[in-house]
């Protein structure tokens, strides 16, 4: 990838944010998360047979087709003041931040409603709300985009949000490891293949045994699921956050590759 303008050393707030994106590299999943995953581990290998890996991807492939085209200009547009994208783009890291953080801001009101409305505990509910959790993820994902001056209708990148979703929801450090290199790949030669597909098929999985496990407590079932969207969606727009800061800076000529975890 090359810098759309000449190499420019960073201002002391992009290096702030540089080393914030470092540190966000090197984070660690929660403690519960490996005990959880390998209490989960029998029922995702069921999962697998029951849902073939085909047709998982398809499911996510259709969920950010339409994610992408609920998430149109208009309202990024009017928040930012400017005409086109590309106007957003020019503009300062710092000012892409603020509005990046007004957007995700918006996506946690509409993640805690979504998982509220369909937290009743039913198995209809369950069977809405997993496709719903992730729709609202991956529409905020594209909207955080935006903030940046990007956008998956015109750069065809589109694989690349399933990606940031996988990153956001890493349970262990060798899911983390193999995603963040995943990520590396992409970020610099553009590429998504089948690692990419098979990270993000673990994380569906993963988020409908979690909503099985939470509807079987009575009368929590509301708060938590409204509790557990606006978490998850809040990793996805701090994921998309980062991952659209660094590309920033790479684009802007800022860094010259790879900020390395630190």
Do not use: C
Request: aromatic share 6%; no cysteine.
């Amino acid at each position: 990838m090359k810098p759309l303008i000449p190499a420019a050393p960073p201002s002391r707030y992009e290096a702030e944010q540089i080393r914030a994106i470092a540190a966000w590299k090197r984070r660690k999943p929660h403690p519960a998360s490996p005990l959880l995953n390998r209490a989960q581990r029998p029922l995702i290998r069921l999962s697998r047979k029951i849902v073939p890996a085909p047709a998982s991807r398809f499911a996510f492939d259709a969920l950010n087709r339409v994610a992408e085209q609920l998430v149109r200009d208009d309202w990024i547009l009017r928040h930012s003041g400017f005409r086109s994208l590309e106007e957003i783009g020019a503009q300062s890291l710092e000012f892409s931040d603020r509005l990046a953080d007004k957007v995700i801001e918006e996506g946690l009101k509409l993640a805690t409603g979504v998982g509220a409305v369909t937290g009743t505990g039913s198995l209809g509910t369950v069977v809405v709300g997993v496709p719903a959790l992730l729709g609202v993820a991956l529409r905020l994902i594209h909207r955080v985009s935006q903030a940046y001056g990007y956008s998956a209708e015109r750069t065809g990148d589109r694989g690349f949000m399933l990606h940031i979703l996988a990153l956001s929801t890493a349970g262990t450090p060798e899911e983390q490891s193999r995603a963040m290199e995943n990520y590396h790949r992409q970020l610099e030669h553009h590429l998504v293949g089948d690692a990419v597909n098979e990270a993000a098929l673990a994380v569906l999985q993963r988020i409908v045994l979690g909503r099985k496990l939470a509807s079987f407590i009575p009368g929590l079932s509301v708060a938590l699921n409204a509790y557990a969207n606006r978490s998850f969606s809040r990793r996805a727009g701090l994921a998309a956050k980062r991952v659209y800061q660094e590309r920033w800076l790479l684009d802007h000529g800022r860094i010259e590759g790879w900020i390395a975890p630190a």
